[in-house]
């Protein structure tokens, strides 16, 4: 049996929770655990067999983790186990004519600015059977220069993730629409307490950011 949890750590070595070598030492062929997400300094996502997650919950606890939390999720994302589907996706997108990227893309599986569309497909095809170093991915982007991330429906998870962990950004997740559909006009609204936004497109979007810039 499988499934994936949250582990969120107390105890931060060199940035990393010291409880992200905890799969490591726990997996086994017959009995795999993996690393899933790294979200945050202090919050990983690990995936595989549930005996085996169980070790690593109670290591972690050992190691100073301020919770454990058992995820309820039908797929087990972003680990090896999902390497059929990704060879799949990679058949798919073979078929697709692409062209060179307008904007940098961000690599899920290695946390790089990807800037052609051999490198951005080979990470779109295959990051389903990688982890996911969604914390390494922001703060690249920080430094080239993003202040702003807008998250797409549903949730707010990413986006509070990185207002947490990100100096000097504003994050803000896409849910409701205060901002029109193509044709309605813009209707201002107070922002200052990241209001969320859904179904809008890129031209609404272009314009708050224009607004909010002054």
């Known amino acids: 049996m499988f499934s994936q949890s949250l582990v969120v750590s107390g105890i931060v070595d060199r940035h990393r929770p010291r409880g992200i070598e905890a ?6 062929p017959k009995s795999p655990v993996f690393v899933g997400n790294i979200n945050a300094p202090r919050q990983i996502v690990i995936a ?7 070790k690593v919950l109670e290591e972690a606890l050992r190691e100073g983790a301020s919770k454990t939390v058992r995820l309820h999720v039908s797929v087990l994302s972003h680990c090896p186990l999902l390497q059929p589907v990704a060879d799949k996706l990679q058949e798919r997108i073979s078929d697709m004519s692409l062209r060179t990227p307008a904007a940098i893309y961000i690599g899920n599986i290695n946390a790089r600015a990807l800037r052609t569309k051999e ?4 990470d ?3 990051n389903i059977s990688h982890g996911v170093r ?3 991915a922001t703060t690249v982007l920080k430094e080239l220069g ?7 429906p549903p949730g707010h998870v990413l986006s509070d993730l990185a207002q947490a962990n990100l ?5 803000i997740p896409l849910e409701r629409a205060y ?9 201002s609204e107070d922002i200052s307490n990241s209001l969320c936004f859904r179904d809008l497109n890129m031209a609404a979007i272009r314009g708050w950011i224009s607004r909010e810039r002054g």
């Open 179 to 187: 901002l029109p559909r193509e044709g309605q006009q813009f209707c």
């Open 23 to 28: 799969p490591r030492f726990c997996s086994s």
């Open 48 to 54: 595989g067999a549930t005996a085996a997650m169980d």
């Open 124 to 126: 779109l095809g295959n």
């Open 146 to 152: 993003c202040s702003l991330f807008l998250e797409m």
């Open 167 to 171: 100096s000097d950004i504003n994050s």
């Open 134 to 136: 969604w914390h390494d």
């Open 119 to 122: 490198l951005v497909t080979h």
